[in-house]
């Protein structure tokens, strides 16, 4: 298996835990990547999977990163930061 089928394998789980908490989720076919946002009008949110294969990664500024092993938990926040985020006047933190 490609790292490229692990790393969609990996993002179709948090994909499904993002859908169960809400968030609009979609899947770049360019690339291993998901785009979530709070809500259609919301600027995107990119996530892909670091180049050691270990953590999900968002919000490029800061490397917000969350264990691979742990979707359910990458999803809540992921999650907790689009809302937050949507919030405070659509800058991003």
């Known amino acids: ?5 692990r ?3 990996i993002l179709v789980e948090l994909c499904r835990e ?3 908490l809400g968030v609009n989720v ?5 690339r291993p990547a998901l785009s979530v946002r709070g809500d259609l009008i919301s600027k995107k949110v990119w996530i ?3 180049q050691s294969g270990e953590s999900f990664v968002w919000r490029r500024n800061d ?3 969350h264990s691979v092993g742990d979707p359910a ?3 809540a926040k992921i999650a907790e930061y689009v809302k937050g985020r949507d919030i405070d006047s659509g800058e991003t933190r």
């Open 1 to 5: 298996m490609t790292s490229d089928n």
């Open 7 to 9: 790393n969609l394998g």
């Open 18 to 20: 993002l859908i169960k």
């Open 26 to 30: 979609g899947l770049s076919d360019a």
């Open 48 to 50: 892909e999977i670091d």
């Open 63 to 65: 490397q917000a990163r």
């Open 73 to 75: 938990g990458a999803a």
